[in-house]
C-alpha cells in the first residue's frame, strides 16, 4: 500500500492550499482517510478526516477554513486549505484506515506559511 501526497509548498497568510493524496497498491476495503499535521516541536494532530459514507470531522483549530473531500473511484482524498495562517505551517500526512488491518501513512507534504 502507498499513499502519495502532494499540494504543499509556500503560502502567504489569507492564501491558499489544496492537498491530494491517492491510495495505491493492494488496497482493501477503505473505512477513512484523512490528514494529519505535525509543526517543529508539537505531536502529531488531526486536521481533517472522512469515511467512505462521506461523514467527516476536523480538528477543532480548523474552525471552517479546511475542507476535507474523497473521490472514492480514485481511492483519492482532497483538502482544501482556506485562510491559511502561520500556525497552519506543518508537514502535513495522508493516513488511511481499513476496516480490516492496519492503516498506513504517506510520506507527508510540507506547508509553510509565511507572515
Known amino acids: 500500500v502507498q499513499l502519495q501526497a502532494s499540494g504543499g509548498g509556500l503560502v502567504q497568510a489569507g492564501g491558499s492550499l489544496r492537498l491530494s493524496c491517492t491510495l495505491s497498491?493492494?488496497?482493501?476495503?477503505?473505512?477513512?482517510m484523512g490528514w494529519y499535521r505535525q509543526a517543529p516541536g508539537k505531536q502529531r494532530e488531526l486536521v481533517a478526516i472522512?469515511?467512505?459514507?462521506?461523514?467527516?470531522g476536523y480538528g477543532d483549530f480548523v474552525k471552517g477554513r479546511f475542507t476535507i473531500s474523497r473521490d472514492n473511484a480514485k481511492n483519492s482524498v482532497y483538502l482544501q486549505m482556506n485562510s491559511l495562517m502561520p500556525e497552519d505551517t506543518a508537514i502535513y500526512y495522508c493516513?488511511?484506515?481499513?476496516?480490516?488491518?492496519?492503516?498506513?501513512w504517506g510520506q507527508g507534504t510540507l506547508v509553510t506559511v509565511s507572515s
Open positions: 472522512i469515511t467512505t459514507g462521506s461523514i467527516s
Open positions: 493516513n488511511v484506515d481499513f476496516v480490516r488491518g492496519p492503516g498506513a
Open positions: 497498491g493492494s488496497i482493501s476495503t477503505i473505512y477513512s
